[in-house]
């Protein structure tokens, strides 16, 4: 059974970094596209950053361009996304997933808080 387990949230003041990571387990990662999704207070879940299944095509939504970095390391099954710069509108809970058909994400970590203050 597919598991996808985020850590690295947390804490920090605007301008501050963190980088959050994806361990994944029950399924061969390197087959699939992986994607990081955020949820903001009162908000929709909204599209951040994905990668392809072989790390050499990455996506960034136009938030986080430039400030973001997302990568992968298929023989450790996890996918990672560097936050820096961050900014109190980068606060949300943070989702990992897994696209089984090309871009189509539908599998999902359970989210990790993080927290930028002003």
């Known amino acids: 059974q597919l598991q996808l387990v985020e850590s690295g949230g ?8 963190l980088s959050l990571s994806c361990a994944g387990s029950g399924r061969t990662f390197s087959n699939y ?3 990081w999704f955020r949820r ?3 908000k ?3 599209f951040v950053a994905a990668i ?13 361009k430039g400030r973001f970095t997302i ?16 900014k109190p509108e ?4 943070y989702y990992c997933a897994l696209a089984s058909m090309g871009y189509e994400f539908d599998s999902w970590g359970q989210g990790t808080q993080v927290t930028v203050s002003s």
């Open 71 to 86: 990568s992968r390391d298929n023989a450790k099954n996890t996918v990672y996304l560097q936050m820096n710069s961050l």
């Open 40 to 42: 903001a207070p009162g």
């Open 10 to 17: 947390g804490f920090v003041e605007a301008g501050g970094s």
């Open 44 to 46: 929709e879940r909204e």
């Open 33 to 35: 596209a992986m994607g």
């Open 52 to 64: 392809g299944w072989s790390a050499t095509s990455t996506y960034y939504a136009n938030a986080v």
């Open 90 to 93: 980068d606060t949300a809970v």
